[in-house]
């Protein structure tokens, strides 16, 4: 296996080395972030928002998530591929949770799957494992439970953040490769990262984590509007690619493109 392994992930946190991961939803832009050398890719359910136009994750599908899957590990040769379980897929039970892991890794390809929860979630992170599917866990803000929850910094105040802890501790104590703490105090998310021995990875949570991850689309400035506070931009795609249509629009309506170079005896 010439691909990143969850083995790699749990050395890197014994060397105290960090790891970047992206999110990845197609095949090219995959193949870019994998030649970059980004070790882990997340097919996250945040393709509902950034890849087919939806207001949130709620209405991701198993099969959409199946199809962008693949595509993601075809593109790759590298990067661990990562993918995430959409709402609905998993939390009926541990049965539903086998048979919805197994079709992302089965025949899509995924090296591991992502589910929302700590506690809630432990018993279907148990079979999982033990069925051999590595399991990244997902806590702190959990977007599939936006209707309940809304988008804002958790684990806030004693109680929460005691309830953060119990929840990286049970999905670690369930067999979880790693420990997503999204939109966490960066104190709350320092703390949970020296008390578990598998890494964490913050978005939103802080220097301290294990690793960070990001959605592709933010980081590379392509995503429209006002970006939450833990972004950070390193391009300006979304400039880029309006400048290069803009261009390509006014050469053809000029007669500019396409020139003689372009066009065949
Ligand atoms: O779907 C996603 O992009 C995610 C990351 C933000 C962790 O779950
Ligand atoms: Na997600």
């Given at each position: 296996n010439r691909r990143v392994t969850v083995r790699d992930l749990a050395l890197a946190k014994e060397r105290g080395e960090r790891w970047p991961m992206l999110t990845a939803y197609d095949a090219m832009t995959a193949s870019v972030l994998d030649e970059a050398g980004i070790p882990v890719l997340l097919v996250g359910d945040s393709a509902g928002n950034?890849?087919?136009?939806?207001?949130?994750?709620?209405?991701?599908?198993l099969d959409q998530m199946t199809l962008l899957t693949a595509a993601v590990v075809r593109g790759t040769g590298r990067a661990l591929v990562v993918a995430d379980l959409p709402?609905?897929?998993?939390?009926?039970?541990e049965v539903q949770a086998l048979r919805s892991a197994t079709r992302l890794v089965?025949?899509?390809?995924?090296?591991a799957v992502k589910l929302e929860g700590g506690e809630r979630s432990a018993g279907q992170i148990g079979l999982l494992v033990r069925s051999g599917i590595p399991v990244m866990a997902h806590i702190g803000?959990?977007?599939?439970s936006v209707h309940a929850m809304g988008y804002r910094v958790q684990g806030r105040g004693e109680e929460a953040a005691d309830q953060l802890m119990r929840d990286a501790k049970a999905a670690q104590d369930a067999g979880a490769f790693a420990v997503v703490l999204e939109m966490v105090p960066a104190s709350v998310a320092a703390q949970v990262t020296r008390a578990l021995q598998v890494p964490t990875v913050g978005i939103g949570a802080?220097?301290?984590?294990d690793a960070q991850v990001l959605v592709w689309t933010d980081m590379a400035g392509l995503t429209p509007g006002k970006l939450p506070r833990f972004v950070q931009r390193y391009a300006d795609l979304r400039g880029a690619l309006t400048d290069a249509a803009r261009a390509y629009a006014e050469d053809v309506v000029s007669g500019a493109f396409p020139a003689s170079e372009h066009s065949y005896e």
């Open positions: 950034c890849h087919l136009g939806y207001e949130t994750t709620v209405p991701v599908t709402f609905g897929s998993y939390q009926e039970g089965k025949e899509a390809g995924a090296g803000l959990t977007p599939q802080g220097a301290d984590c």
